[in-house]
């Protein structure tokens, strides 16, 4: 918290009116009970721990193009089961099938 001196002094400033660099009744615990009070307003704190979770946030995957997905039949429009090569149902479904070379007896 206190590598965000400058930041914690404009909220402080923003949403309390105090001068934390000239206001010298603050006490110590005083100012850490309002550092961390600072999350519940939309001030420069709030904006930088929503920069840092955005970063954490594990990338997605782009979605799959519905051109590359195979066209789903209705129900009613369903015939029997067919027999499909490995290969042809992989290409249809990709992600859907992987192949391990670890053979189990």
């Known amino acids: 918290m206190l590598g965000y001196l400058d930041d914690l002094h404009a909220d402080f400033l923003a949403i309390w009116g105090i001068d934390i660099h000239r206001d010298t009744t603050l006490t110590g615990p005083e100012f850490f009970a309002l550092a961390m009070r600072t999350f519940a ?9 929503r920069a840092e ?39 249809m479904y990709p992600g859907v099938v992987e192949m391990s070379s670890d053979k189990q007896d």
């Open 41 to 49: 307003f939309d001030g420069v704190m709030t904006a930088r721990a």
């Open 53 to 91: 979770d955005k970063a954490q946030q594990p990338i997605q995957a782009p979605a799959t193009p519905a051109a590359a997905q195979p066209a789903a039949r209705p129900a009613a429009q369903q015939g029997p089961a067919q027999v499909v090569e490995l290969s042809a149902f992989r290409a």
